[in-house]
């Protein structure tokens, strides 16, 4: 029981160090999309956006295999880790997941295509956009706790 707390505690860690990713590289691209042109504002957003990126990356790559160990692990260590079986509410977790990783990837590559001189949507539009992660976010939270199905 003492190793599922450990890994369940690691996995929660690494998750909010990438949902906190995920909340924050949108708003750098706010601030790009704003910075106009101010070249050595832009050329500062976009190396700290990359580098949020990378980061982002690596916490979600550990978050995953803590979280594939909490989820296929009975298998390894039987009878530390519990088996979740045909639980229905995590697979809806895993496709808001997967969701949550799409509008990741898309925003770093915004980012990137930023860097390079190429175009952004409009602030607004990005304002608008960095909103729609709390939502999908309170969607696994609330399948995670409540666990519906």
Do not use: C, D
Request: hydrophobic residues 55%.
């Amino acid at each position: 029981m003492m190793a599922y707390l450990w890994i369940k505690s690691l996995h929660l860690l690494f998750v909010m160090a990438w949902v906190a990713s995920v909340f924050y590289l949108p708003r750098v691209l706010v601030n790009i999309a704003e910075a106009g042109s101010e070249p050595a504002t832009r050329a500062r957003l976009e190396l700290m956006g990359i580098r949020l990126y990378r980061f982002g990356h690596s916490m979600f790559g550990l978050a995953f295999l803590f979280g594939l160990t909490l989820w296929q692990g009975w298998r390894v260590f039987p009878g530390r880790l519990p088996n979740f079986g045909e639980a229905g509410w995590l697979h809806a977790k895993l496709g808001l997941v997967v969701l949550l990783l799409a509008y990741y990837i898309w925003s770093g590559r915004l980012v990137k295509r930023s860097a390079k001189g190429g175009s952004l949507p409009s602030a607004r539009t990005l304002r608008i956009m960095n909103e729609l992660p709390v939502f999908v976010l309170l969607g696994i939270i609330f399948l995670v706790i409540a666990k519906p199905f």
